[in-house]
């Protein structure tokens, strides 16, 4: 099970980008997929979670500018990102907390998935 992260990179303050995720392995199906960020001398922090079923969490900082679809059937998440602020600076890590798969069925999900992480700069 790998979870690959694409987007991200540099915009201006006010701007927009949009970041999406791929689950790939023998994947039945994933409870919530999101992402967290981390930025330097600070601790991950919660960005957005999204489950099967379309329940979202936000993060206090980023509650009405940022998205977070997520296309079941494709096993991706997405991460739509508006009026950036400097502050949304970071490296944005992919994230499921768990995944049935073929082989381990519903009683061995694997937990706690992270993707690699990609850069999100945002200049002002």
């Known amino acids: 099970v790998q979870l690959q992260a694409s987007g991200g990179g540099l915009a201006q303050a006010g701007g927009s980008l949009g970041l999406s995720c791929v689950a790939s392995?023998?994947?039945?199906?994933?409870?919530?997929m999101g992402w967290y960020r981390q930025s330097p001398g600070k601790q991950r922090e919660l960005v957005a979670t999204i489950t099967g079923a379309g329940k979202t969490n936000y993060g206090s900082s980023v509650k009405g500018r940022f998205t977070i679809p997520r296309e079941n059937s494709k096993k991706t998440v997405h991460l739509q990102m508006d009026n950036l602020k400097p502050d949304d600076t970071a490296v944005y890590y992919c994230?499921?907390?768990?995944?049935?798969?073929?082989?381990?069925?519903?009683?061995?999900?694997?937990?706690?998935?992270w993707g690699q992480g990609t850069q999100v700069t945002v200049s002002s």
């Open positions: 994230y499921a907390d768990r995944i049935f798969t073929t082989t381990g069925g519903a009683f061995a999900p694997v937990l706690d998935s």
């Open positions: 392995g023998s994947i039945f199906s994933i409870n919530a």
